[in-house]
C-alpha cells in the first residue's frame, strides 16, 4: 500500500509542480517524464507485489472526511491486475505523449496538458481501488472529466469538439445509471462501503435490475454496442497517446465496473449472463465489422476496441454463467480469460495506436487508401505495427492468441459440463468468437497491407521520417510485453488466475497447472518446433540460393505494361467481398459515380459503413428528446424574477415534503 | 523425440502423394493417361532448385511468407495425430492451436500476396481470407460436436478411439457432419467446385492468384504447403470416418492409408464432375457446409447423446 | 433400424435444403423427385415390424405419385412455358439457406418439448416434417417464379406427409389417400394457373400479377 500512496503521491505532487512551471514549456514536460516514470514504476512494483503476495498491507482508512463515512481505499487481487495494466501502459503512451507533444507549437499550454495526464492516471487508480461507493463515483466523474480535456486537445478543430461533447454526454447518461444502482444497492445494504454491500444478500430480481444498471452505466464507458456511439468519434479526436489510454485503459474501467459489482453482489440470474453473452457477440461481430468499413486508420482501431471488448464480455458471460450453473472450474477460466484479455487488449491496442500514430505523424494523414508501401520508409513503425496486428488477430506466437485460446477453452470446458441450452449458447459464442477472429484477420491483412505494402498511393509522395527513440521506446516495450506474453504466457496467466480470484469461491486452483498451464507450455513448444523449421527452411534457402540467381523485376501486371499504384487493391475493396456478405446489419453502401464520353473524367468508387445503433437507436431517441426540451422552452425565460421564483417554489414545495 | 520425427518423416514425405493420386483420377476421368503418381515430387524439387525472381516493390515478407507458412503448417500438423500414430505434442484445447496455426499461415500468405502491389494478387488474397471466415466457423463447429462427442480436448482424444463408439449411436450424425468437413476441405484447399487449381485465368481463382508472383523455392514451399494442408484435413476426416483405435497398429494403419488414397480419388472424381461454381454460389457451399454442422449439432443435443 | 430411419430422414431434410440452393428449375423440380421417393420408402423403416399390405400401398403410391407423376409434370409443364432458372428471389438464397438452418434448429428444439402420444421408431421425425414445412414456406415465399412456389408447397406437403405417416396405422387409409388427393388436386390448379399466367403475361413471374389488384 505504501508504494501505491507513494506512486500517487508522486503524481500529485507532480501535478502542482508542473503547473507552477508551466512557463518553462522544456522543464515541466522534463518533470513530466521524470514523475511519470517514477510513479508508474512504483505502482507497478504494488501491483505486481500483490498479484504474487509480496504485498500485505491492502488497505488504507482515512475516517470521517468524505460524507458518507470515509476515505477508504484498498488492493484486492482484482484491483491489482487492473493497476498493472494501468500502470504499463500510462507509462508506454506518456513517454511517446512527451515525444509526440516536443515540437507542438500550437496555443495550448503542453504542461496544463501533462498535468491532466497525471491526473488522470491518479483518479483511475483512486477508481480501481475505491472501496467506498461515493468515493467511487466522485473518482469515476473525475476521471470523465479530465479525459474530456484530455480528448479535446485539439479543441480548435469543429470535429474535436463535437466528439468531446458526445464523449461527455453519453458517459454522463452512463455515471446516471451507475448512481441510481449505488443507491439501490446501498438502501439495500445500509452502508456505502462495498465491504458490507458486499455482506448482505440481494434478491435475484434486485440483483437482475442492478445487473442491468451496470450494463448500461459502465456499459457506456466500456463501449458495448449500441452504447458505444462515443468511442469511434473519440478516438480519432484525442491525440495519439490519449487514444492509446482511452482504448487500453479507460474503456477496461467500465470492464472493471461491471466485474466489481459482480464480486459484490454475487448471484445473479441466468438471462444476465445470456445478456452479457449476447453483447459480447453483437460488440465483437459488429465492432469488427464495422472496423472493416473504415478507410481512417485511428478509427478503425477504435470499432477494433469495440470488438476486444466484445471478447471479453463474452469471457465474462461464460464466466457468469459457469457460476449460475455452479461449474466453478468453468467460471473461473472464463473470468481469468476476460482480465487476460482486458489486459492484452490494453498492450497490443496500446501498441497499434501508437505505430498509427507514428504513421499520422509522417504522413499527415489517417486515410488508409492514401498510404502505402511505408514498410520501406517506416520499417521500426511497420513491425511494431505488425507485431501488433498479429497479437491482435489472436494469432500465436503473440501474447492475444493466449487470452482467445482461454476463452475457447472455457467455452470448451462449459461445453462439457452444461446442460442442453448451456451447451447451445456454448456453441454459438465458439461460432461467433471464431467468425470474430477470421473477421479480425481479415481486417488487420487489410490495414496492414493497404498501410504498409505496396507502393505508395499518394498523389504527393513526400519524403516521410522515422520517429526518434523517444517515439520508439514505448511501442519497443508494448511489443515486447506482446511477444513475452505470447511465448512465456505463465506468468500473465498466473496473475489472471490471480486476479479472478476474487468472482469465485475457489482459492487453491489445484487445476491450473494441469489445464492451463501445462497446455501453454505446450503451446510455447509448438511454437518452438514452429520456429525451428522455419530456421530450417531459411537456411536451406539461403544455401540453394547461392548457386541460383536472383532477378529483381517491376511486379507482374498480367500483361498490362503501364502499371500505377493507384491499381493496386484498396482497403476498401479488400473489404468489400465480405461486407457484402454482411450488408445487412452493417447497411453497406457503394456508391460509384461513373463518367461517360470520350474523355471521361472524374470516374469514382465509395463506399461507407453506416453505424446502425447511431441511426436506429440515437438519432430517433435524440430527436425525441429535442422536440422535448423545445416544448420545454418557455421555462427558461431568460428573466430573473422568474428564476427566484422557481426557487422559491421549490423550497416550498420541499417544506411540504419535509413537513408532511 | 522418436515419435516427432515419424511424426515429420510421414508429413514430409506422404501429402504430394495425394496430390497425384487427384490428378491420375482426373486424368482417367479425361481419357487420358495422365503424369505419373510422383509428379508433385519432381514439380516440387525442380522447384526447390531453382533461382527466384522478387518483385522491387517486395520486402522481406514476400521471400519469406511462404517459407512462414509452410513452418506453421508442418508445426500444425505436429499437434495432430496422424493414422494411429497419436500427436507427438497434445494437449487439452490443441484444437485452438491447430486452427489458429492455419490462420497464422493464412494471414502471412495473404500480406505475401498484397506485398506485390498486383491488383490480382489484392483480389485473390481478399477471397481467400474473405472464405476462410466462414469455413472457420465451421471447422470450429465441426470439431466442438467431435470433442463433445469423444470427451476428449485435445485433437489426439477426438480422432484417436474417441470416436468409434458414436459411430454406433449417432452414425448418421456423423455421416453430417463428415459431410460438413468434406465441404470445408474442399474449400480450404481451393479444390474445384470452390476454386479451380488449374486454371490461369486470374479474375475467376482464388488461392492460384494469390501466389501468382511468386517463383522458384518460394512456390515449391507453396505447392508442398498446400499438399500438406490437404493432408492435414484428409487424415482428420479419414480418421474420423474409419473412426481409428490406437490398436492394431498394421491393420489400422492399412485401413487410413487406404482411406486417405481413397478420400484422393473421391476428390478427384468431384473435380471431374463438378464445374467451379461462380463466387457467389460458393457463398452457398460454406452456408451448406454450417447448416450441416448446426444440424448434426441440434439432433445431438436434442437426442442428448452426450 | 432407427439409425438407418435416422439417415434417411437426414437426407430428406438435405434435399430439401439443396432444392433451395438449386436456381434451375429442373434439377429443383429433380431433386424433388428423388426426395419424395425416399419419402415413399420411410414407412418401411417406419413400420420395420409389422409391415402390412397398405403400407405398401400408400408407400407405392407416394413414390409413383409424388416421385415421378408430380415432376414429370411440372417438367411438362416448364416445357410448355419454356422457363429455366429463378432470377431474383425476393429472399436471396443465401439467406433462405439460413433462414432454413435456423428453422431446423427451432424445430428441433419444438420438437424436444411436444409430447407425442404414441410411441415412434425416430424421435426425428416430428422435427424433420417442421422443418420440411418451414422450408417449403420460405420457398413459397422468397421465389418469384410460379413453378419454383410450386415446388415450394410440394415440399411443404412433403413434410406434412411425414407427419402423416406417423398416423399411418391408427387413421384410415381414407385421410392418407385423401392427403395424396388434395395434393394432386392442388397440383393440377396450380399448373393451369402457371399455363394461364403465361398465356396471358408470356412471364410466369407471379410479381405481373400484382397489376390484378384493383
Known amino acids: 500500500m505504501t508504494l501505491l500512496l507513494s506512486s500517487l503521491f508522486v503524481c500529485a505532487a507532480s501535478i502542482f509542480l508542473m503547473l507552477a512551471l508551466a512557463r518553462f514549456k522544456k522543464l515541466s514536460s522534463y518533470v513530466f517524464l521524470g514523475s511519470l516514470i517514477a510513479s508508474c514504476l512504483l505502482g507497478f512494483f504494488c501491483a505486481a507485489g500483490v498479484l504474487t503476495h509480496q504485498i500485505t498491507d491492502l488497505a488504507f482508512r482515512w475516517r470521517g472526511t468524505i460524507p458518507f463515512e470515509e476515505f477508504y481505499i484498498a488492493i484486492d487481487p482484482l484491483s491489482a491486475f487492473f493497476l498493472l495494466l494501468l500502470f504499463i501502459l500510462s507509462l508506454a503512451a506518456g513517454i511517446y505523449g512527451f515525444g509526440y507533444l516536443r515540437d507542438y507549437k500550437g496555443a495550448r499550454n503542453v504542461a496544463v496538458h501533462f498535468s491532466l495526464y497525471q491526473l488522470l492516471i491518479l483518479v483511475i487508480a483512486l477508481v480501481l481501488t475505491a472501496r467506498n461507493a461515493v468515493l467511487f463515483l466522485v473518482a469515476w466523474e473525475l476521471m470523465t472529466v479530465v479525459s474530456y480535456f484530455l480528448v479535446t486537445f485539439y479543441n480548435e478543430k469543429e470535429e474535436v469538439r463535437q466528439a468531446g461533447y458526445l464523449y461527455l454526454i453519453a458517459t454522463h447518461t452512463g455515471t446516471f445509471c451507475l448512481i441510481l444502482m449505488f443507491f439501490l444497492m446501498g438502501v439495500h445494504a445500509g452502508s456505502m462501503n462495498f465491504d458490507q454491500m458486499a455482506l448482505s444478500a440481494y434478491p435475484l430480481g434486485f440483483a437482475g435490475l442492478l445487473f442491468v444498471l451496470a450494463v448500461l452505466g459502465f456499459g457506456v464507458k466500456a463501449g458495448f454496442i449500441p452504447l458505444h456511439i462515443w468511442l469511434p468519434q473519440a478516438h480519432p479526436a484525442a491525440p495519439t497517446h490519449i487514444s492509446a489510454l482511452l482504448s487500453g485503459v479507460l474503456i477496461k474501467i467500465g470492464i472493471y465496473g461491471l466485474i466489481r459489482l459482480m464480486t459484490i453482489v454475487g448471484n445473479f440470474p441466468l438471462w444476465c449472463g445470456i445478456l452479457l453473452l449476447a453483447i459480447g457477440i453483437i460488440s465483437g461481430v459488429l465492432g469488427v465489422l464495422y472496423a472493416l468499413g473504415q478507410h481512417e486508420i485511428k478509427k478503425l482501431l477504435a470499432y477494433h476496441s469495440i470488438e476486444n471488448i466484445g471478447i471479453i464480455t463474452l469471457g465474462l458471460g461464460i464466466g457468469l454463467i459457469g457460476h449460475i450453473y455452479h461449474q466453478e472450474t468453468v467460471s473461473f477460466i472464463g473470468y481469468a480469460a476476460a482480465l487476460l484479455h482486458t489486459f492484452n487488449h490494453a498492450v497490443f491496442k496500446g501498441l497499434l495506436f501508437l505505430s498509427a500514430g507514428s504513421v499520422i505523424k509522417a504522413t499527415h494523414t489517417g486515410e488508409m487508401d492514401h498510404m502505402g508501401g511505408l514498410l520501406k520508409v517506416l520499417p521500426w513503425t511497420g513491425h511494431l505495427f505488425l507485431v501488433g496486428s498479429l497479437s491482435i488477430c489472436g494469432l500465436p506466437l503473440f501474447n492475444g492468441f493466449i487470452s482467445e485460446w482461454l476463452t475457447f477453452r472455457a467455452f470448451l470446458e462449459g461445453v462439457f459440463h452444461f446442460d442442453l441450452y448451456g451447451i447451445m449458447l456454448a456453441c454459438i459464442a465458439i461460432a461467433a468468437l471464431a467468425l470474430i477472429g477470421g473477421l479480425a484477420a481479415l481486417c488487420f491483412a487489410k490495414a496492414f497491407g493497404a498501410v504498409f505494402l505496396g507502393t505508395n498511393r499518394s498523389s504527393h509522395p513526400a519524403d516521410y521520417k522515422e520517429g526518434d527513440l523517444v517515439l520508439q521506446a514505448p511501442q519497443l516495450l508494448l511489443a515486447a510485453i506482446c511477444l513475452w506474453g505470447g511465448v512465456f504466457p505463465a506468468v500473465m496467466l498466473s496473475y489472471a488466475f490471480e486476479g479472478a480470484r476474487p468472482m469465485t469461491r475457489l482459492t487453491a486452483p489445484e487445476f491450473l497447472q494441469e489445464a492451463v498451464l501445462n497446455p501453454a507450455f505446450m503451446v510455447t513448444k509448438v511454437l518452438g518446433l514452429a520456429v525451428i523449421f522455419f530456421l530450417v527452411l531459411w537456411l536451406v534457402r539461403k544455401i540453394s540460393l547461392c548457386s541460383c540467381t536472383i532477378d529483381r523485376k517491376e511486379t507482374w501486371g498480367c500483361g498490362y505494361a503501364r502499371v500505377s499504384s493507384r491499381m493496386q487493391y484498396t482497403a476498401s475493396s479488400f473489404a468489400r467481398p465480405v461486407l457484402r456478405i454482411f450488408r445487412l446489419p452493417v447497411s453497406f453502401k457503394v456508391e460509384s459515380r461513373i463518367s461517360r464520353g470520350y474523355f471521361p473524367t472524374g470516374a469514382g468508387l465509395s463506399s461507407s459503413v453506416k453505424d446502425a445503433s447511431e441511426i436506429f437507436i440515437f438519432r430517433p431517441v435524440f430527436y425525441f428528446i429535442k422536440k422535448l426540451s423545445r416544448a420545454l422552452k418557455w421555462i427558461q425565460s431568460g428573466f430573473t424574477p422568474y428564476y427566484i421564483l422557481y426557487i422559491l417554489f421549490l423550497l416550498v414545495v420541499l417544506l411540504i415534503w419535509k413537513l408532511h | ?306 | 433400424m432407427s439409425v438407418w430411419l435416422d439417415a434417411v430422414l437426414i437426407l430428406i431434410v438435405l434435399l430439401g435444403l439443396l432444392i433451395i440452393v438449386s436456381h434451375r428449375l429442373g434439377s429443383m423440380i429433380q431433386i424433388f423427385g428423388l426426395q419424395s421417393c425416399i419419402l415413399g420408402v420411410v414407412p418401411f423403416f417406419l413400420y420395420a415390424n409389422g409391415i402390412e399390405f397398405f403400407i405398401i400401398i400408400v408407400a407405392l403410391a407416394a413414390i409413383v405419385l409424388r416421385g415421378f407423376l408430380m415432376p414429370s409434370f411440372l417438367y411438362w409443364a416448364i416445357r410448355h412455358v419454356d422457363m429455366r432458372t429463378e432470377i431474383n428471389p425476393t429472399i436471396g438464397i443465401g439467406t433462405t439457406l439460413l433462414l432454413s438452418g435456423l428453422a431446423i434448429v427451432g424445430s428441433f428444439l419444438l420438437a424436444s418439448k411436444l409430447v407425442f402420444p404414441m410411441k415412434i421408431a425416430s424421435d426425428m421425425v416430428i422435427p424433420c416434417s417442421f422443418s420440411l414445412i418451414i422450408m417449403g414456406f420460405l420457398l413459397v415465399i422468397g421465389r418469384m417464379k410460379a413453378i419454383s412456389q410450386v415446388v415450394g408447397y410440394l415440399v411443404l406437403e412433403n413434410g406434412i406427409f411425414l407427419f402423416a405417416m406417423l398416423l399411418l396405422k391408427k387413421m384410415p387409409l381414407l385421410v392418407e389417400m385423401g392427403i395424396l388427393l388434395d395434393l394432386f388436386i392442388a397440383a393440377v390448379v396450380l399448373g393451369i394457373v402457371v399455363n394461364n399466367i403465361s398465356d396471358e403475361f408470356n412471364n410466369t413471374d407471379t410479381v405481373q400479377l400484382t397489376t390484378l389488384k384493383d
Open chain 2, 1 to 306: 523425440m522418436s515419435s516427432l520425427i515419424l511424426h515429420l518423416g510421414i508429413l514430409l514425405a506422404f501429402p504430394p502423394l495425394l496430390l497425384g493420386v487427384i490428378t491420375k483420377t482426373k486424368a482417367f476421368f479425361a481419357g487420358r493417361r495422365g503424369a505419373p503418381l510422383c509428379q508433385p515430387y519432381y514439380d516440387i524439387f525442380k522447384l526447390m532448385r531453382k533461382g527466384s525472381v522478387y518483385s522491387v516493390t517486395s520486402n522481406w515478407i514476400f521471400r519469406l511468407g511462404p517459407l512462414i507458412s509452410t513452418a506453421v503448417i508442418l508445426a500444425a500438423g505436429i499437434v495432430l495425430p496422424i493414422a494411429v500414430f497419436k500427436a507427438p505434442v497434445q494437449f487439452g484445447g490443441d484444437i485452438i492451436l491447430f486452427i489458429y496455426l492455419l490462420g497464422l499461415a493464412r494471414f502471412f500468405m495473404v500480406l505475401a500476396a498484397l506485398d506485390t502491389g498486383s491488383s490480382f494478387e489484392g483480389m485473390g488474397a481478399c477471397r481467400e481470407a474473405t472464405f476462410s471466415c466462414l469455413s472457420e466457423i465451421t471447422i470450429f463447429l465441426n470439431l466442438t460436436i467431435l470433442a463433445l462427442l469423444s470427451r476428449g480436448l485435445s485433437l489426439s482424444g477426438i480422432f484417436l478411439g474417441g470416436l468409434a463408439s458414436s459411430w454406433m449411436q449417432v452414425g448418421p450424425v456423423l455421416i453430417l457432419v463428415a459431410a460438413s468437413f468434406f465441404l470445408v476441405l474442399l474449400s480450404e484447399n481451393s479444390r474445384i467446385p470452390v476454386d479451380d487449381p488449374e486454371t490461369h485465368l486470374e479474375l475467376t481463382m482464388i488461392h492460384e492468384v494469390m501466389v501468382l508472383d511468386h517463383s522458384g523455392m518460394e512456390l515449391g514451399c507453396i505447392l508442398y504447403t498446400q499438399a500438406l494442408k490437404l493432408f492435414l484435413f484428409g487424415s482428420m476426416l479419414v480418421s474420423m470416418v474409419l473412426g481409428l483405435m490406437p490398436r492394431n497398429v498394421w491393420g489400422q494403419g492399412l485401413y487410413f492409408i487406404l482411406g486417405i488414397l481413397g478420400l484422393g480419388v473421391v476428390i478427384g472424381v468431384v473435380e471431374s464432375a463438378m464445374a467451379r461454381l461462380r463466387l457467389n454460389r460458393v457463398l452457398y457451399l460454406l452456408y451448406s457446409a454450417l447448416i450441416f454442422s448446426i444440424f448434426a449439432l441440434i439432433v445431438i443435443l436434442v437426442r442428448g447423446h452426450v
